[in-house]
């Protein structure tokens, strides 16, 4: 395994030049430390975990996501994360991280360099240049909501939205429904691509049939709402799955506009039970994602992977959450 | 909450007949107390997980799997889950439940009646009676490579077969391998399915083509190598995934008794790395289980549901172990 010798003679530096540096001591350049840093990782050392007089870090890295407000999606996350790893010793930081730095600093080298033992991650796209790192990367990395293939530092957890989907089209069914359709946002996402193909699953598991005019997708709102929603009604759908509950109230509001009642003409069913899903105009019907469990979760997966126990995925239950915006589909 | 005292006005006996009758005393009867556990199971009544001056107890359900023995295949997901669970605290029962008691003794009624907390379920086919009432019981259960929907009180622990697959088709095909064969065992096994539709998928994302003369699945090894493997061969079959190490190394010594050499003429990959997969002749290739993590993993599902966590599945990472039984593809 690589020692600091290494760093050192690659560099021409002493060993003592590595080592303040690799500890951010005043008297090294920032210059250097970048470089020294970066040669640590290319040569693949590490650290040792567990350093002394110094609290171990693990750190949550948030991007697109809001987790200071209490209503906000991340909140209950990032706070499951840290009532399980806190009282458990680690000092837990939460870093935005810009697309830019992603391009500047690699993910191996941006953990090493901050004494990073294990991250979170929450809000990334699949286009984030650390993703394409991930692939790769020698320090565990828990994602929310998107998966990385093989590398077994490397788990994802969520919740399992083919069981949630099932639960939905099913009771739909139940209701007389066979025309269900779709909206969801841009494949651009891991959990988009997810949710999609979780809804064709659910539809062929029930006998339905889909087809491209009952389903629409796009990252922005805005669109989803004004260039799909009107071809599925067209196409005749009397309900629609839709990807988040944001969504899915854009899209109640819009039904409305169209002249269309929910739910008497149109059902519609959300997917996470975010904090104003149980107000909106019908209170809406949701799959409800537990996101401090989530978070707990996230904080278990991190320990195993630290432990040498290579969880790939860690799913949790879907829960059903019935309230006003289904109802029985309108007879033709 | 249903109380002792609601079992006690059902059956028209005193409240503490019923509390002696759930805790095993001397002077009840086993019909009597029979009665009890059953009438609690049915209006809903649960002890209190916690109770003074007694061990809390957790069980291990074990059918066709042999644990005992260090080479069996049980042993390490035993080992794994008591590493785990005796230091804290509780008392682990291994029990082996035959199909009849399961006729006779529902599963909440077993699980109450001897006041386990939760078990951990291994070898389990579909068809075993428990199965069924797992589908709506309240005592948590974690299955080893079995799948109960929707129930949030179980959970699912295996190794992610798909992944597994997906790098020993990857592998055959750089190698040259387009007429890749599949031999599983039967159907009434949640696992086999499992292997089967994994085998499916690899096939289709890496672009290869599948048809019924190149598989074949029977419960019995006998019958897999005597009456399939023959077929695969007839068929250009050049490589065979096969579902378990046991399975693979039949087929090999089989392959060999028809004159084909592994893995010149044909090569193999089993699935599990059994303890005896490194000695077979030659030496097997195969998709890593790692037991022993499976256990701890089965631990922590089972705290989880026991704290109102409610994992549906956890799947551990499958690793790629290249031995001596694959070969370049042979040219026609």
Known sequence: MPTINDIASRLGVSKSTVSKALNHADDISETLRKKVVETA?????????????EAQKLCILIENMDYKNPTGFGHDLVLGFEQMAIPAGWEVDKVAI???????????TFMLGNHYSGCFILGFSLKEPWMEDLKTSRTPA?????????????????????EGYHMAVARLKSLGHTRIGYLGGGMESFISKERYLAYLHA???????????LTGYSYHISECVRQYLPVLLQNHATAIL???DQLANAVMIHCTELG???????SIIGFDDAAFSAYTTPPLTTIRQDQNALG?????????????????????????????????AKSE
Chains 1, 2 share one sequence.
């Open 296 to 328: 707990r979760c996230g904080y278990y997966a991190l320990t195993s992977l630290l432990n040498q126990t290579h969880i790939g995925s860690l799913l949790l239950r879907a829960e059903f959450v019935e309230r006003s915006s289904i109802a029985k």
């Open 142 to 162: 828990v994602l929310y909501d998107n998966y990385i293939p093989q590398n077994p530092l490397v788990a994802y957890v969520g919740v399992d939205s083919r």
């Open 260 to 266: 269309r009642r929910v739910p008497e003409d149109i």
């Open 41 to 53: 990782v290319e040569i693949g050392y590490e650290k040792n975990r567990v350093r002394k007089n």
């Open 203 to 213: 539809m062929e598991k029930y006998g339905l049939k889909t087809d491209a005019g």
């Open 98 to 108: 810009t697309t830019e730095y992603q391009r500047q600093t690699s993910y191996d």
């Open 242 to 244: 839709c990807e988040h």
